[in-house]
Nanobody, 133 residues
Framework: QMQLVESGGGTVQPGGSLRLSCAAS????????IGWFRQAPGKEREGVSC????????YYADSMKGRFTISRDNAKNTVYLQMNNLTPEDTAVYYC??????????????????????????WGQGTQVIVSS
């Protein structure tokens, strides 16, 4: 059974950094595309970043480019999301999710990730990030 557990959330001041972790169990994460999503209060869940199976390609939503970095540690079967220069608009619950099919790639329009929640079949429970002074 696929299971994902996020951690690393917390409260940070504007301009600060956090590193979120997504620990996978029940499957080899290297064979799967992983997405990070977030949901702020009263808003729809939105895509943050995507890492193609094998970590060969990574994508970011426009507002995260240059600030967020997704990475993998296959030995730990874990995906990370390094978040820098955080703003109050980054306050949300952050979720990681695994693509339904092994060896699938992040859905793109040719250059940008097209985040579709239905592409991802298993989700973690989420970790809260609060950016506040």
């Amino acid at each position: 059974q696929m299971q994902l557990v996020e951690s690393g959330g917390g409260t940070v001041q504007p301009g600060g950094s956090l590193r979120l972790s997504c620990a996978a169990s029940g499957f080899n994460l290297d064979f799967y595309t992983i997405g990070w999503f977030r949901q702020a209060p009263g808003k729809e869940r939105e895509g943050v970043s995507c890492s193609t199976s094998g970590g060969t390609s990574t994508y970011y939503a426009d507002s995260m480019k240059g600030r967020f970095t997704i990475s993998r540690d296959n030995a730990k079967n874990t995906v990370y999301l390094q978040m820098n220069n955080l703003t109050p608009e980054d306050t949300a619950v952050y979720y990681c999710a695994v693509d339904t099919f092994p060896l699938a790639e992040c859905r793109t329009d040719g250059s940008n990730w097209v985040s579709v929640r239905a592409d991802f079949s298993s989700w973690g429970q989420g970790t809260q990030v609060i950016v506040s002074s």
